[in-house]
């Protein structure tokens, strides 16, 4: 059996997680000046849809790759730096806890990273059907792939794809 970290699990919506993710905010401070932005994502930002309970926090940086002393002064508050990852070259990533409670991003505000992110999270809240698809997509995945979290992400691509075109419409259609 694999490693407890390499399980897939979906749990009911928990409204502790935006409270979770404002506790997390605080101590975030730690980076005073550096950050111009931080931002609740992913799964856990949006009401009352199902999640891995794991809280996904995009933190906005002056300059895009963390120094050293900033990833020093995270690793004090329990976060493992683990650089860039999925080759994505505007990104660089944290993980907090074991089992994980938070995963921190970090990407320059306006990047093409940021604002998918902040897209799709935006377009899930203010539509509930497709948030309603994306979640039954995610909980057979989760049933099919429980112990290849890779491949799990990987199958969420192509409805995560249709959906951002989807949301780029709506984008549109909102500034108009």
């Known amino acids: ?11 009911e919506y928990d409204p502790g997680w935006a409270e979770k993710f404002e506790r997390e905010r605080l101590l975030l401070q730690v980076l005073q000046a550096d950050i111009s932005q931080i931002e609740h994502i992913g799964s856990t930002s949006v009401p009352a849809l199902a999640a891995k309970p794991i809280v996904d926090i995009l933190v906005g940086l002056q300059q895009l790759i963390p120094t050293d002393d900033q990833i020093r002064s995270l690793e004090q508050l329990n976060y493992v730096y683990e650089g860039q990852v999925l080759n994505i070259p505007e990104h660089y990533f944290l993980r907090k806890g074991m089992p994980r409670l938070f995963h921190l991003h970090i990407a320059q505000p306006g990047s093409a990273f ?24 995610k909980r057979s995945l ?12 990987a199958r969420k691509t192509p409805l995560i794809e249709v959906m951002l075109s989807q949301a780029r419409a709506w984008q549109r259609q909102v500034q108009e």
């Open 114 to 137: 940021w604002q998918r992110q902040i897209l799709f999270r935006d377009f899930l809240r203010a539509h509930p059907d497709q948030a309603q698809e994306y979640v039954c997509l």
């Open 1 to 11: 059996m694999k490693d407890e970290e390499d399980v897939v699990w979906i749990v």
């Open 142 to 153: 989760a049933t099919q792939f429980r112990h290849d979290r890779k491949t799990y992400a």
